[in-house]
């Protein structure tokens, strides 16, 4: 008797006592054990819920409504605590970052935070969540950046440096919210005439003309990487808005985020939850996508490919200075 011949509820009791590396692996196995495996709310990927972390991050807002394997793989990829400017902190070893109020002595500086997720990127494609709730900065910036200069970036608090928004950082392609403009290595982009490029377009206008709306607190914007095509893009609220940049370099990247407010304190908070590696896993818009961000010679690169959302636990524990949580003591599932 062959394991795939089991009864599909004796799997959760059988790979329960693995470790999520382990059942990543399996799933690589053949198509019946990823089907079979990647039912989210199983209690296989309730039990790993459990005890990778403490209940309050499972049933925070943000993620309320997601399955368990989704909750699982917010962790894993969500903001990175040691990643972070001054005054940025990490709530519940989640996906919530949160500006807190400083104390400084020249108010004539600005304030700059940034936060960058736990693990980025080389291959395959990618897509994330972003939430902001309550107020913004003159300057919000959300894309994706390389990890070269992380000691710059982390003690950057205190910018001063008038020509000097957004991601504040060497190798870094994102679109800021307030005025639909696309920042690349922390400058605004321009064209010849020294307007800013606008992002997202209106089809029928020209380049200085009609844009869709500005974003509102609380819609939702989902973040496309596509390494295989080296493409960044971005969606909201189910509305596919198209290619923002083109030509990203063969390297790791990371989610970012970089808020910039001048001489007022920053209060507020931006969720990341990862939504992963496929496009099917995205929305109704994964045909638009396929075509905006690919030819159709490369358009079944993830229809026979298996589930990429979970690393291997020493990948997750060893990169970039991510450091798994201590194991709860959840007894694994019963056959009933």
């Not at 083109?246 to 990371?254: A, Q, V």
């Not at 407010?261 to 990341?272: A, E, F, P, R, Y």
């Amino acid at each position: 008797m062959s394991i795939l011949d089991l009864p599909e509820e004796m799997y959760d009791v059988i790979f329960a006592h693995l470790s999520l590396g382990d059942v990543f692996n399996c799933m690589q196995v053949c198509k019946k054990l990823y089907w079979i495996l990647e039912k989210g709310n199983s209690k296989l990927w309730k039990y790993h819920s459990l005890k990778t972390f403490p209940c309050r991050p499972l049933e925070s807002k943000t993620l309320r409504s997601l399955s368990y394997k989704s909750r699982l793989m917010a962790f894993k990829y969500g903001w990175n605590p040691m990643d972070c400017c001054p005054d940025t902190v990490v709530l519940d070893d989640f996906t919530l970052m949160r500006v807190k109020k400083s104390k400084r002595t020249r108010p004539s500086y600005s304030y700059q935070n940034c936060v960058r997720g736990k693990l980025g990127f080389e291959a395959g494609r990618h897509s994330w969540e972003i939430t902001c709730e309550l107020g913004l900065g003159d300057i919000t910036v959300i894309g994706v950046a390389t990890k070269d200069d992380s000691y710059t970036w982390i003690r950057t608090g205190l910018n001063h440096d008038p020509n000097f928004f957004g991601i504040r950082c060497d190798e870094s392609w994102g679109w800021e919210l307030n005025h639909n403009w696309l920042f690349q290595n922390g400058v605004v982009q321009k064209h010849h005439s020294g307007v800013p490029v606008h992002y997202p377009q209106s089809p029928k206008c020209g380049p200085n003309l009609q844009v869709l709306p500005k974003y509102q607190i609380e819609d939702r914007i989902r973040v496309i990487l596509d390494m295989e095509e080296n493409t960044l893009a971005f969606e909201m609220n189910n509305t596919f808005l198209g290619v923002a940049f083109r030509g990203l370099p063969k390297k790791r990247l990371f989610p970012v985020l970089g808020v910039h407010k001048h001489d007022v304190d920053l209060t507020g908070s931006v969720s990341m939850v990862y939504l992963g590696s496929h496009f099917n896993a995205l929305s109704s818009t994964s045909e638009s996508l396929r075509s905006g961000l690919s030819s159709s010679s490369n358009s079944d690169k993830s229809s026979d490919s298996y589930s990429d959302d979970f690393p291997g636990e020493d990948q997750a524990i060893s990169q970039d200075g991510f450091a798994a949580p201590e194991e709860q003591d959840v007894p694994p599932p019963d056959e009933s």
